[in-house]
């Protein structure tokens, strides 16, 4: 077999394992929200991306309500948002109230 045909294969194959993985995560991975949070609701109907979505825009407001955060304030790796620093809970309890605020 030709070396060329190798890699076609490979690629296929680490595709076909590696993609259905990566949907499922993005549609339904999320580890962190429960209950009835926006960021929890947002997870059940669009899965992980929806959720994060509503993230920025709760940040977005709460920055426009004169609060500060940012995604490192919580989530210590840009990689893995399910990993949170000790105060996160706290901090995003402190986030919906200023998101709420008018």
Aim: with cysteine.
């Amino acid at each position: 077999m030709s070396r060329w045909l190798k890699a076609a294969m490979f690629v296929s194959l680490a595709g076909a394992l590696l993609l259905p993985r990566l949907a499922a995560q993005a549609q339904g991975g999320c580890r962190l929200a429960r209950g009835d949070s926006p960021v929890a609701r947002a997870c059940q109907d669009g899965g992980l991306i929806a959720a994060k979505q509503t993230m920025r825009k709760l940040v977005r407001e709460g920055k426009s309500n004169g609060a500060h955060f940012e995604c490192a304030d919580c989530h210590p790796d840009d990689d893995a948002y399910d990993r949170l620093n000790a105060d996160a809970r706290d901090k995003f309890n402190r986030l919906l109230a200023a998101a709420r605020r008018k």
